[in-house]
Each structure stands twice: as C-alpha cells, then as structure tokens.
C-alpha cells in the first residue's frame, strides 16, 4: 500500500465563511482529515506544518517546506501532496521544483472557494491531488499543480483570475495532463528538470514590472548593498523605456544580476529590437534574458542561483533558459 503524505500549510482551502461573508482562517484544518477517495487503498498521513494565508508565505517558510519533503523522501513516503492558498501557489511550487530531487511525485493544490462555501472546490482538489500523487504516471514530471480536474507543471502555471475555479492556466504550453472521475491522464512530457539544491535562502531579490514612461526613480531607490538581485518585467518581448536605463546601468555596475523577462501572459523575452531601451541593447548591457519564466517565477529561479552561490557564465546559463 502506497503511503502519501498531505502536509497542509493554509490558504482559502483551509478556510471558512463567517456570518458576515468574510472568508477567514480556522485553527481546526476543515479538510484535514477528510479522505473519500482509495480509502483503504493508500495510507494518507497528514502534517497541518503551517496555517498561512499565501500572501504570508516567503522564501524561508518554502525553504521549510521544501526541509520538510526531503524527511518525508528519506523516509520513504511514495508521494507528497500540499494544501496552500493560490495567491503564492505558483511561487512555492516552483521554488519546490527547482529545488526537491525528482523523485517521487509532489503535488500541490488549493481552493478558490473556502470549505463551507456552496460549490467549494477545496475537497475535490484535495482528493484529486491525492490521486495523482499515487498514480504511477505522476512519477519524474517535477512538481505538479492540480486544479480544476487539470494537472501543471510547477515552471509554467500561473494564477490567471482573482476568483475563478478555473483560474490556474499554463501560457504558451498548455497544461500537462487532466484529471478525469480523480484520475490523472497524461498527454504531455516534462521538457527536462533542473534541480538546485540549497541549504538557505538569501534575501534582496527584487521584482520591478516596466510600463509606459517608466523613469529610473524605482531602480535607483534600490539600495546597492542589499539587492542581491532584480527581475524586470520588461514590455512585450522584452524592452525598456529609455529613460530607466541609466539607473538600471548603475545597478549593473555595481555587480547586481539582472534579469530580464516579459510582462506579457504568453510567449518569451527575446532579442528582437534594436531601438534605445530594445532587448538587444539590454542583453549587450549585460541583462540576463530569462524566456518563458514570468516575473514571479524568475524572480524565485534567481533567488535558488543565488542561494546556490551561482554566478558569472553559471548564473546565466540556469537563470536564462527555462524551456528547452
Ligand atoms: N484562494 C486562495 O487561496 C487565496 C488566498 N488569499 C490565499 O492565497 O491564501
């Protein structure tokens, strides 16, 4: 009989309605120890690790998290599924997936709506989690979201709706599998897996989304010593307005890596324009063009670099290219 692990770590998943239609936290997890589906065919144990509202979630509770699943490997769980709230999901999850050997399947899930709201959908992930995580075919496919009767890798899903059950979509490819009367079917590859390992996370990574008339003023009010690192969303397949270079020039003189990604939902940062402020002037003034990594998921892939004391050509080379 296959053991699977649910550690539960918060979010609308583990919360309820009150009288006044506000959703909030409980002490008691709702789901916990709920398990409807191979009852009697798997062993569920469960560790409720955390109760935190995702937007309450960094890098060192990841780190925790990720601290926690390499004990359960160790001792022998087949497979891991994690409760979380949706706002940071794809953060956490792709932090895991960089971070955890690919070894047995790591399943995240959340709840849009909370557990005693008519139509939750907090149960039902839960139990289709808990099913891929115990189905052969989720095994070498890195960290894996389910929503919505849809499987995502960790690297691509992103949270697409403020409210909707149907919020968690992969851009550009696509999710990898679907979930049918709980059970998972495949039908499409994990491109290729990159694990890191790290054994403490730094802090002074940054996120900066460009836009229309962008000055320098909020790369210049970056403190020198403490960024570490910074992410630009850039505007469509990677570009700047001309006014942010100058302040963006200095943070690079002072040896801090920047990386460059778009803020558009679909498709990858390149270098196509050759104008002031276009990618290929950026990627000549030493950016790091990250393709098909959002912002929020550069953002944590240069965080793993770092903490994994990586620089030069090697910092490059891992944060560049998420695709192929
Ligand atoms: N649906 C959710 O889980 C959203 C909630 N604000 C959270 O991320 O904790």
Known sequence: MKTILAIHTGGTISMSQNEKGEVVPNNENPIAKEQV????????????????????????????????????????????VITHGTDTLEETAYFLDLT?????????????????E????????????????????????????????EIHTARFVTKTHTTNVDTFRTPTFGPIGIVTQHKAKYFQELIRTEVCDIDHV????YLLKAYAGMNGDLFSALDNEKTRGLVIEGLGAGNVPPQTLPAIQQLLEHHIPIVLVSRCYNGVAQQI???????????????????????????????????????GTELRRFVSNAVS
């Open 37 to 80: 589906i191979l009852k009697g065919q798997i062993n569920l144990i469960t560790d409720n690790l955390f109760n935190l509202p995702s937007p309450h979630i960094t890098p060192q509770i990841m780190f925790k998290l990720k601290q926690r699943i390499m004990k359960a490997i160790a001792d022998g769980v087949d497979g891991v």
């Open 202 to 205: 730094v802090e002074g990574v």
């Open 273 to 311: 324009y050759d104008y002031v402020g276009g990618g290929i002037q950026l990627e000549k003034m030493g950016l790091i063009l990250c393709q098909g990594l959002n912002g929020q998921k550069a953002r944590i892939k240069l965080l793993v670099a770092l903490s994994n004391n990586k620089v």
């Open 118 to 149: 008519v139509g939750s959908d907090g149960l039902y992930n839960f139990q289709n989690a808990i099913s891929i995580a115990a189905t052969p075919e989720s095994y070498g496919k890195g960290v894996l979201v389910a929503m919505n009767d």
């Open 100 to 116: 955890l050997p690919n070894t047995i399947p790591v399943v995240l899930t959340g709840a849009m709506r909370s557990s005693n």
